[in-house]
């Protein structure tokens, strides 16, 4: 899709604001102090530039969390999951980072659209994994049947987003798993669909979201990262949505 991204005659940034430090290896944190600057690396894409963090880890992803809210350590979170890779490997990485977060300041929230025939497995298996990491998890079940000639991947995101607003406390953040893959294919998508410069926008890093916050601190690593961290700490078993294999939808088809 190089070419595509060529044709984007907009520089394209993920801004990472990194005020925060990165613990040395082994060291247990015993205080919500603010890490060191992490320095991002630059990467070129089209004819824009993405800020990227270091390889992933809990100390990077800590980074781009204080990056993108200087209320990291007092705020609560809440990783939204549905079980795939991405929001696997999101949960995982900010467990580790526990001990810098409020007491009780994290829970997980998984939305049952109703859609899949495994729809329910999969609301088990985030039950287990949220039970094996000593994680709260709330389970939200909508109604995402689309309208005749609706779209069915719309309808889904729409009444998802509906009822994880709904389902935040105030003040409380919710953490999704868009990564700089996912950064791309929104604006490409933008693209084809002959948007402005304003419809180029990429996804904020933080945005107000419900009665708290929305963030995306995985926004300045790609797909292959999260893949080489989840290999390098023994992570498996993730869901597998055969809906990301089909190429009816534009996204995936990009």
């Given at each position: 899709h190089?070419?595509?991204a060529?044709?984007?005659?907009?520089?394209?940034?993920?801004?990472?604001r990194t005020?925060?430090a990165?613990a040395p290896?082994?060291?247990?944190?015993?205080?919500?102090?603010r890490?060191e600057?992490v320095?991002?690396?630059?990467t070129?894409?089209?004819?824009?530039?993405?800020?990227?963090?270091p390889n992933?880890?809990?100390?990077?992803?800590?980074?781009?969390?204080?990056?993108?809210?200087p209320e990291a350590?007092?705020r609560?979170?809440c990783?939204?999951?549905?079980?795939?890779l991405?929001s696997?490997v999101?949960l995982?990485a900010?467990?580790?980072?526990?001990?810098?977060l409020?007491?009780?300041?994290?829970?997980?929230?998984?939305?049952h659209h109703g859609l899949h025939?495994?729809?329910d497995d999969?609301a088990?298996?985030?039950?287990?994994?949220?039970?094996?990491?000593?994680?709260p998890?709330?389970l939200?079940?909508?109604?995402?049947?689309?309208?005749?000639?609706e779209?069915?991947?719309?309808?889904?995101?729409?009444?998802?987003?509906a009822?994880?607003?709904?389902?935040l406390a105030?003040?409380?953040?919710l953490?999704?798993?868009?990564?700089?893959?996912?950064?791309?294919?929104?604006?490409?998508i933008?693209?084809?669909?002959?948007?402005g410069?304003?419809?180029?926008?990429?996804m904020?890093?933080?945005?107000?979201?419900?009665p708290g916050?929305h963030?995306?601190?995985?926004?300045?690593?790609?797909?292959a990262?999260?893949e080489?961290w989840?290999?390098a700490?023994g992570?498996?078993?993730?869901?597998r949505d055969?809906a990301?294999?089909?190429?009816?939808?534009?996204?995936n088809h990009?």
């Amino acid at each position: 899709h190089t070419r595509q991204a060529d044709a984007v005659n907009t520089s394209l940034w993920v801004h990472s604001r990194t005020s925060c430090a990165r613990a040395p290896p082994g060291a247990h944190v015993t205080s919500h102090a603010r890490p060191e600057p992490v320095q991002p690396r630059m990467t070129r894409v089209g004819g824009g530039r993405i800020a990227r963090m270091p390889n992933l880890s809990p100390d990077a992803l800590w980074s781009a969390l204080a990056a993108a809210d200087p209320e990291a350590g007092e705020r609560p979170m809440c990783v939204a999951l549905s079980g795939g890779l991405d929001s696997t490997v999101l949960l995982e990485a900010v467990c580790r980072l526990r001990k810098r977060l409020p007491d009780r300041g994290l829970r997980a929230i998984h939305v049952h659209h109703g859609l899949h025939a495994d729809a329910d497995d999969w609301a088990r298996h985030c039950a287990a994994l949220c039970a094996r990491l000593g994680v709260p998890l709330a389970l939200l079940e909508v109604d995402a049947t689309p309208a005749p000639g609706e779209s069915p991947e719309a309808r889904a995101r729409e009444v998802r987003y509906a009822a994880l607003a709904g389902a935040l406390a105030p003040g409380e953040a919710l953490l999704t798993a868009h990564h700089a893959d996912d950064q791309l294919e929104t604006v490409l998508i933008q693209l084809l669909r002959g948007a402005g410069v304003a419809g180029l926008a990429a996804m904020p890093l933080a945005a107000p979201f419900g009665p708290g916050l929305h963030l995306r601190p995985l926004l300045g690593f790609n797909r292959a990262e999260l893949e080489r961290w989840a290999a390098a700490e023994g992570l498996s078993g993730w869901i597998r949505d055969p809906a990301n294999e089909e190429l009816r939808y534009a996204r995936n088809h990009l």
